[in-house]
């Protein structure tokens, strides 16, 4: 307390009753110094080059694999946990080629501003009343939620590198609570995988090299979030109907039937994003799509990867009366929907078939080009 000595038995039971109240589901108490083989950990998965284009986590790398050196005055971390789970079998809608699925996080609002507010609230309880500063962070600051959740005691890393609660499965959010206060921390939770390799052997695209590895360059949720420009052509029929991120691997989990339904309605799916048409996706201009996403976390890849992504799935659909719509991004003002518009139509009507929507098409720059030297085995300029 302000003046005294602080009550930790007090302040715990403050902090737990507080999550309850604004909707987290698991909260833990973690030291701001994470064991040194996270950092080394960390290290190799850059080393290796497996983050791909997100250069951003090589400029963090100091930072991120330390939570002290990115804010020396911090002794504890809280993390907090915030379920999303659906109410139904996500891969259920992967069998329905005409339909596009989004990952089960991007069904509804944008995480990052459901929970940071409610951090925040928690956040200024705890500083009135031990009278230190503190600092929250919802996954857009370099802090290692997923280690500092498992020293939390929350859950565990399984051998999909994301974590894994006996109580809660896979699907739930994670945020942080930085302060200056000295508390009590929790017992990390240890492994509980054993020798399940279910979200292992269930990755279209082999982006496990081993268990607790990820090669994100092969991830679909990196390839259709975090990749800019083309997917590479030897992912693009794996990929199927996802547009927008890949739940295999978590949905597979065996944790996950102790998993209870998202109860946080900003959270549970709008009605309209659990199995959308990919046609109406394709209608989709510039200011539609923002509309349509305004508050969704889809927003943030903007227009041109999302059309990529949704082009894709039109191309893996088997559904000619998708070819119009199709066809027309042709012409789109973006080239790498342009180019992406062409691998699709050649998916649904075959290279002969392409070449009568190809005229009048500027079909000399450079994505275009690399598009058609690769389903055509030559340049058509």
């Known amino acids: 307390m302000p003046g005294g000595e602080p009550d930790l038995k007090r302040i715990r039971q403050r902090l737990e009753q507080d999550a309850r109240d604004l909707g987290f589901c698991a909260i833990g108490i973690a030291s701001a110094q994470l064991e ?13 080059g ?3 284009t997100m250069n951003w986590m090589e400029e963090t ?4 694999s330390n939570p002290a050196r990115l804010w020396r005055e911090c002794r504890s971390i809280i993390v907090l946990a915030m379920n999303y789970a659906p109410e139904a079998d996500p891969l259920e809608n992967l069998h329905h080629k005409t339909r596009a699925n989004l990952s089960v996080y991007a069904r509804n609002r944008d995480y990052h501003e459901v929970i940071k507010g409610r951090l925040k609230t928690m956040a200024d309880r705890l500083k009135s009343v031990t009278g230190k500063d503190v600092k929250v962070f919802v996954d857009t600051a370099p802090v290692m939620e997923k280690p500092l959740a498992q020293a939390a005691g929350l859950g565990w890393q399984g051998k999909h590198t994301n974590l894994v609660s006996r109580e809660h499965g896979s699907w739930f959010f994670l945020g ?4 200056e206060a000295e508390l009590d921390f929790d017992k990390a939770e240890e492994d509980h995988c054993g020798t399940c390799r279910a979200c292992l052997d269930i990755c279209p695209t082999d982006a496990f090299p081993a ?4 090669d994100a360059r092969r991830c679909i949720s990196y390839l259709t979030i975090e990749h800019d420009g083309p997917i590479p052509h030897e992912f693009r029929k794996q990929i199927g109907n996802r547009i927008y991120g890949c739940d295999d691997c978590l949905a597979v989990c065996p944790w996950n039937k102790f998993a209870a339904a998202a109860s946080e309605a900003k959270l549970k799916a709008r009605a309209d994003l659990v199995s959308p048409s990919i046609a109406g996706f394709l209608e989709l201009n510039d200011a539609q799509f923002r509309a349509h996403f305004s508050a969704s976390p889809v927003k943030r890849i903007g227009r041109s990867r999302f059309m990529r992504n949704v082009l894709i799935a039109a191309g893996n659909s088997e559904d000619v009366s998708l070819v119009a719509p199709v066809a027309a991004l042709i012409a789109d003002a973006d080239a790498l929907v342009r180019a992406t518009a062409i691998w699709a139509l050649c998916e649904l009507v075959g290279m ?3 070449r009568p929507y190809l005229d009048g098409i500027d079909l000399s720059e450079p994505m275009m080009q690399g598009e058609l030297r690769v389903i055509s085995g030559k340049a058509m300029a």
Do not use: C, D
């Open 211 to 214: 268990p607790y590895q990820l």
């Open 352 to 354: 002969e078939g392409v």
């Open 50 to 52: 497996w983050h791909g």
């Open 61 to 64: 790398l100091e930072r991120r």
């Open 36 to 48: 040194g083989g996270v950092a080394t950990h960390l290290k190799s998965f850059v080393a290796n």
């Open 176 to 179: 942080s609570i930085f302060t």
